[in-house]
């Protein structure tokens, strides 16, 4: 079976991946033993050709100790790739039977191509470790939601506003990411906190420059829903003019071999997903029901003109809300980058998925965004194995968010007002 480099779906033609040194185009062939034993090995010492269609170049490789083979291309077009069999370990097979494959070259850098050894006639996994890997998954999955829903849910608590800029929100701390990883050369873990960072000092420039005017001028929150809308438009085409149309990778952790943790199995850079995403998550909520912070927050979202008539600087928390949730919204993006790379419509896809969680968890509640997170998470990953097409399978949890809302429209956790 054939995989890209960036982690995306099988194919026979590879996506765009540039390399960190422009103007050279190479092709690189990855082998790697897929067995359950063997647990993604690197292959050595496994020749693969590498042929122009036109019949004007041919060159063949041999895989190193990692398993890789590095082959210069001298101009882009249509290539072949083909392993030769008969150098593979004694008792080995591909996955699939294919030992040739077709690239198109559209753009210079380096392509990526990975062969994988198995069991030809192997059916692939039952359904009871397709349940188990889709429930990771939609755990890691609903890990990255969580952190964009619990910084739209403080927003949205504090200010009343729905904000529709949010998805940009996530891609703007993707975007940081890959400016200080690949323009900076950072490492991705300093360039993600980096990230953060700048995503909370936007955060702050934005509610000084546009949402405390507007409220300044007791503007209503269904023209700043209409000014969010307008926003979001800008900074996703904004986004799209710096870094492109076409995905980019960071310059680490493309590809990553499997760890086995008893039923579970996930790569290191999964782990850590889920590891850093719930921390962060039991942190923000500890500050917030702990710290004075916290209860100046309860205050101002339960009653901004009663915690202003006791004293307290409402305009002074608006802005730290906005500071933490823009925030945890970049680190939201920070773990989908990691996760699928970055691209410039990548926050604006998952916004409606944000939009589930929360409404689904009940609006303005903290514990109700996570709760709606983890279940919108875990249906997304887990429907395609009950039969659901992957290019639907967020349809499945917008019909469970519309049959909660239906039986109970304040959402699974969320309080029952009375409006008007």
């Not at 103007?23 to 050709?49: C, F, H, K, L």
Request: glycine fraction near 14%; charge should be negative; include cysteine.
């Amino acid at each position: 079976m054939l995989f890209l480099a960036t982690g995306a779906a099988s194919g026979s033609a590879l996506s765009t991946l540039p390399s960190e040194s422009e103007g050279q185009n190479t092709i690189t062939v990855r082998v790697v033993d897929s067995r359950d034993e063997a647990d993604n090995d690197p292959v050595a010492d496994v020749d693969v050709e590498v042929a122009k269609d036109d019949g004007s170049f041919e060159e063949t490789g041999t895989t190193d100790a990692d398993g890789q083979a590095v082959v210069e291309i001298p101009a882009n077009g249509k290539y072949t790739v083909e392993l030769d069999e008969d150098t593979l370990p004694s008792g080995a097979e591909l996955e699939d039977g294919r030992s040739t494959l077709e690239v198109q070259i559209l753009t210079s850098g380096n392509r990526a191509v990975q062969f994988n050894i198995g069991d030809e006639a192997k059916s692939g996994p039952g359904l009871g470790k397709q349940l188990v890997n889709g429930l990771t998954s939609g755990v890691k999955f609903g890990a990255i939601i969580g952190l964009a829903a619990l910084g739209l849910s403080l927003i949205f608590g504090t200010t009343g506003l729905t904000n529709f800029a949010h998805g940009e929100l996530i891609t703007l701390g993707a975007v940081f990411t890959l400016f200080l990883n690949r323009g900076l050369g950072l490492p991705v873990v300093v360039a993600g906190f980096g990230a953060v960072l700048l995503a909370g000092l936007f955060g702050w420039g934005q509610d000084r420059a546009l949402w405390r005017p507007l409220r300044n001028r007791g503007t209503g929150l269904v023209a700043m829903m209409i000014v969010s809308i307008g926003f979001a438009i800008l900074l996703r085409y904004l986004f799209q003019y710096v870094i492109g149309g076409r995905t980019q990778p960071l310059t680490q952790y493309v590809t990553q071999s499997r760890i086995s943790l008893g039923p579970v199995s996930m790569t290191p850079k999964e782990i850590f997903i889920v590891i850093v995403s719930f921390t962060v998550i039991a942190l923000t909520c500890l500050v917030l029901m702990k710290t004075r912070l916290g209860k100046a927050t309860r205050a101002v979202s339960d009653n901004p003109a009663l915690a202003a008539s006791s004293g307290m600087r409402v305009d002074g928390v608006v802005t730290t809300v906005w500071i933490l949730g823009t925030g945890l919204t970049g680190l939201a993006g920070v773990m989908l980058a990691l996760d699928q790379q970055v691209m410039f419509r990548m926050g604006f896809n998952l916004l409606l998925l944000v939009f589930a969680a929360v409404c689904l968890g009940g609006l303005g509640t903290i514990w109700g965004a996570l709760l709606g997170s983890l279940i919108i998470g875990i249906l997304v990953e887990v429907s395609p194995v009950l039969g659901m097409p992957a290019e639907l399978k967020p349809v499945g949890a917008l019909i469970a968010l519309i049959l909660i809302l239906l039986l109970r429209p304040q959402g699974i956790l969320g309080r029952t007002e009375r409006i008007g």
